[in-house]
């Protein structure tokens, strides 16, 4: 992690929004693993397995424009309070889960929670942080994320394999209450909130951020990036699991390949972004790593045999690594070092056109519901593909939404460079 990402830790607020990213990714990190075991145990299909995504995402695509609203003009401490509480229950139900419709049911919920956190975190982190410094603020709020989904990759991956759901579920919501606790404490009451309930059109603030170009193709990009991205989140592991029989423990290791890049590098790409501009550059080359990854995933099918498997062991038990794993983590940190090139300047760009209305929730929540549209429709689809070609069918055509995005975004933010470079740009008022 780069020195003034830690450094930024001397800020209590900031302190107390990383622990917020830091219970969210550990818990949803964590839970992608424990979902690859349910898919083992209750012998799923790829529509199923899908649905476990879609399931998620459908509560977040209803919830993430109305929330973003009340953000932008009510008090988001409470509402990351009442997240982190919702979060605790979640685990609590995935305790009890028999099926694979409870788990479906479970997901809702966590859904629900995770928008909670997510969607007003990083608004606030947005509207606290020195103008001059909301790129290293950004970078580094998701950097700290990256770092506790990567100990979700870990430490959950082991606690799952060696002492099941019940227990980890137990973790998990002891790291969500201490979140909660350094919320209450250390952030300032109503944090974000800036523009008045009676100037919050609703539908026509929405209806003038897309009027701006640029947030129009960040928005076009998300809806088809997201299919893709999605399918590697939710399928990888389960891919993982169910054809190579490879354990949690190891699953977590390869998630954490990717989270590992990823903490390591955005902190600096955040830096990067600040100090040359033209961010959808950053998105473009980000996207375009992240597709060439995906495409790679196939391989694993071709690498298993081919490579001598490795025995390690740690913490007194062995894992024999074959060349389904060796790829996979090569595949998934490619990854992780893709989207520390995307994330940063994607939150920022999204930020800025945010701030040209006094808006910055209801972008952040546009930016969201653009991700949830195809979040919503990718897992099923990639997993039916699955179903009736093949699992590494369903990869590829993952890659090939990543790659129709990437092309589109390219022609469609330059145009929008060009057309915000020549004019005026709105003030609050108008």
Same mark, same amino acid.
Not at 27 to 54: C, K, N
Not at 62 to 86: E, H, M, Q, S, W
Not at 155 to 169: C, I, R
Not at 398 to 411: C, L, N
């Given at each position: 992690?780069q +020195?003034? #990402?830690?450094?930024l !830790?001397?800020?209590?607020e900031f302190?107390?929004?990383?622990?917020? %990213?830091?219970?969210r @990714?550990?818990?949803?990190?964590?839970?992608?693993?424990?979902?690859?075991l349910?898919?083992?145990l209750?012998?799923?299909?790829?529509?199923v397995?899908g649905?476990f995504?879609?399931a998620?995402a459908l509560?977040?695509?209803?919830?993430?424009?109305?929330?973003?609203?009340?953000?932008d003009t009510?008090?988001?401490?409470?509402?990351l309070?009442?997240?982190?509480l919702?979060?605790?229950?979640v685990?609590?139900?995935f305790?009890?889960?028999?099926n694979?419709?409870?788990v479906?049911l479970?997901?809702?919920?966590?859904g629900?929670g995770a928008s909670?956190?997510?969607?007003?975190?990083?608004?606030v982190?947005g509207?606290?942080?020195?103008?001059?410094?909301?790129?290293?603020?950004l970078g580094s709020?998701?950097q +700290?994320a #990256?770092?506790?989904s !990567?100990?979700?990759?870990?430490l959950?991956?082991?606690l799952?394999? %060696?002492?099941?759901? @019940?227990?980890?579920?137990?973790?998990?919501?002891?790291?969500?209450?201490?979140?909660?606790v350094l919320?209450f404490?250390s952030?300032?009451?109503?944090?974000?909130?800036?523009?008045?309930?009676?100037e919050a059109?609703?539908?026509?603030?929405?209806?003038?951020?897309?009027?701006l170009?640029?947030l129009?193709?960040?928005?076009g990009?998300?809806?088809l990036?997201?299919?893709?991205?999605?399918a590697?989140?939710?399928?990888l592991p389960?891919?993982?699991?169910?054809?190579?029989g490879?354990?949690?423990f190891a699953?977590?290791?390869i998630m954490?390949?990717?989270k590992l890049?990823?903490?390591?590098?955005?902190g600096?790409?955040?830096?990067?972004?600040d100090?040359?501009?033209?961010?959808?550059?950053?998105v473009?080359?980000?996207?375009?790593?992240y597709?060439i990854g995906?495409a790679?995933i196939?391989?694993?099918a071709? %690498?298993?045999?081919?490579?001598?498997?490795?025995?390690v062991t740690f913490?007194?038990?062995?894992?024999?690594?074959?060349?389904a794993?060796?790829?996979?983590?090569?595949?998934?940190?490619?990854?992780?070092?893709?989207d520390?090139i995307?994330?940063p300047?994607?939150?920022?760009?999204f930020?800025?056109?945010g701030?040209?209305y006094d808006s910055?929730?209801?972008?952040?929540?546009l930016?969201?519901?653009?991700?949830k549209i195809?979040?919503?429709?990718?897992?099923?689809?990639?997993?039916?593909t699955?179903?009736?070609?093949?699992?590494?069918?369903?990869?590829v055509l993952a890659?090939?939404?990543?790659?129709?995005?990437t092309a589109?975004?390219?022609v469609?933010?330059?145009r929008?460079?060009?057309t915000?470079?020549?004019?005026?740009?709105?003030?609050?008022?108008?």
């Amino acid at each position: 992690m780069q +020195f003034n #990402s830690v450094a930024l !830790l001397r800020d209590r607020e900031f302190a107390a929004l990383a622990g917020t %990213a830091f219970a969210r @990714s550990q818990a949803y990190s964590t839970i992608l693993i424990a979902l690859a075991l349910y898919a083992d145990l209750f012998q799923t299909s790829g529509f199923v397995e899908g649905l476990f995504g879609t399931a998620f995402a459908l509560v977040q695509l209803v919830i993430v424009l109305p929330l973003g609203r009340k953000v932008d003009t009510g008090n988001a401490k409470r509402y990351l309070l009442a997240g982190f509480l919702l979060n605790v229950c979640v685990f609590v139900g995935f305790v009890f889960v028999s099926n694979p419709a409870h788990v479906v049911l479970v997901r809702m919920v966590q859904g629900l929670g995770a928008s909670i956190l997510w969607i007003t975190g990083a608004t606030v982190i947005g509207e606290i942080s020195p103008d001059a410094e909301q790129g290293l603020w950004l970078g580094s709020y998701n950097q +700290f994320a #990256s770092f506790s989904s !990567l100990a979700g990759d870990l430490l959950g991956g082991y606690l799952l394999y %060696a002492h099941g759901f @019940s227990t980890t579920y137990v973790v998990l919501s002891a790291i969500t209450l201490g979140a909660f606790v350094l919320v209450f404490v250390s952030l300032r009451d109503n944090p974000g909130g800036r523009k008045d309930p009676e100037e919050a059109g609703g539908v026509e603030t929405f209806r003038s951020l897309l009027g701006l170009p640029m947030l129009r193709a960040l928005v076009g990009f998300r809806f088809l990036f997201s299919v893709g991205k999605m399918a590697v989140i939710i399928f990888l592991p389960i891919y993982a699991r169910t054809t190579f029989g490879i354990s949690a423990f190891a699953i977590g290791w390869i998630m954490a390949g990717g989270k590992l890049a990823k903490a390591l590098t955005q902190g600096f790409v955040g830096n990067l972004t600040d100090r040359f501009g033209r961010e959808h550059y950053f998105v473009a080359t980000g996207a375009f790593l992240y597709g060439i990854g995906t495409a790679a995933i196939p391989l694993a099918a071709y %690498a298993e045999g081919r490579i001598d498997p490795v025995s390690v062991t740690f913490l007194g038990d062995t894992q024999v690594l074959g060349g389904a794993f060796f790829t996979l983590f090569a595949a998934f940190s490619l990854l992780g070092i893709a989207d520390s090139i995307r994330l940063p300047a994607s939150m920022s760009l999204f930020v800025d056109e945010g701030e040209q209305y006094d808006s910055v929730a209801s972008a952040m929540s546009l930016r969201s519901v653009s991700w949830k549209i195809g979040q919503v429709a990718g897992p099923v689809l990639v997993g039916t593909t699955m179903d009736f070609v093949s699992t590494e069918a369903g990869f590829v055509l993952a890659a090939g939404f990543i790659a129709v995005a990437t092309a589109a975004f390219v022609v469609t933010s330059r145009r929008a460079d060009a057309t915000r470079s020549a004019t005026p740009q709105p003030s609050p008022g108008d």
